[in-house]
């Protein structure tokens, strides 16, 4: 994995956060009010939540695809690479209080009568969906991008911004929401520097992502459409 810091380094960084901006981005903002208009909050997140499993997996398969091509494997990117243990117990801390915060914040926001312990088929439908999201989603934004600035020259601190960047905006560009880039750019660097603290292990970004849409799904969604 040796190559100069040219174009070669950019343009593929460049096509995945096109195809990122314009395939998940639009799920966050004129498809999820569309959702909540037509089918409601609780049946419009499963909807929100399988076109998220179907697009993010299907670029990140495309992904992989492109990696594989190269002459890399998943290892390369993260994927199964021994990790250090304090960051996997940093990673459950964080992820859960994550998922505890948003989950408290809607009953609190938006519905004081929801049950955070409810156990129904769209719990167990998101929270699976969302453990295939957080993976497929890490793997592109922290695994490839992080990996690929590496391998370009480009020092560890420019990777977790530029892939924050990149993660802040698909997040946020088709609401147009400077408050929503900011958070989501922050939480980006969250998860960056777990990878750089787990030695670019995927393992306690993983955790600490899916553990937060495992155990917060489906009220993180239901969030965002009750909000939008």
Not at 79 to 106: D, H, K, P, Q
Not at 127 to 135: E, F, H, L, P, T
Not at 165 to 179: K, P, R
Request: charged fraction near 10%; proline fraction near 4%.
């Amino acid at each position: 994995m040796n190559q100069p810091a040219d174009s070669n380094t950019w343009k593929p960084l460049g096509v995945l956060t096109l195809l990122l901006v314009l395939f998940a981005g639009p799920i966050f903002g004129p498809i999820t009010t569309y959702a909540k208009a037509e089918l409601g909050v609780r049946a419009g997140t499963g909807l929100v939540v399988a076109l998220f499993v179907v697009v993010f997996v299907a670029l990140a398969l495309g992904t992989i695809r492109w990696v594989k091509s190269q002459g890399w494997t998943l290892h390369d990117l993260g994927w199964g690479a021994s990790t250090r243990i304090s960051a996997v117990v940093g990673a459950v801390f964080f992820g859960v209080l994550w998922a505890a915060f948003n989950v408290m914040g809607y009953i609190h926001q938006i519905d004081p009568e929801a049950d955070p312990w409810e156990i129904s088929a769209l719990r167990v439908g998101t929270a699976i969906g969302g453990v295939i999201i957080a993976c497929s989603e890490d793997l592109m934004t922290r695994g490839f991008i992080m990996n690929h600035l590496k391998n370009g020259g480009v020092g560890p601190w420019r990777q977790a911004l530029v892939s924050s960047a990149v993660f802040a905006l698909y997040h946020s560009l088709w609401t147009l929401s400077i408050a929503g880039f900011i958070v989501s750019f922050f939480i980006g660097l969250i998860m960056a520097g777990f990878f750089l603290w787990g030695r670019r292990s995927l393992t306690p970004v993983i955790v600490a992502h899916g553990l937060c849409l495992f155990l917060g799904e489906p009220f993180l969604t239901m969030f965002m459409l009750a909000a939008g």
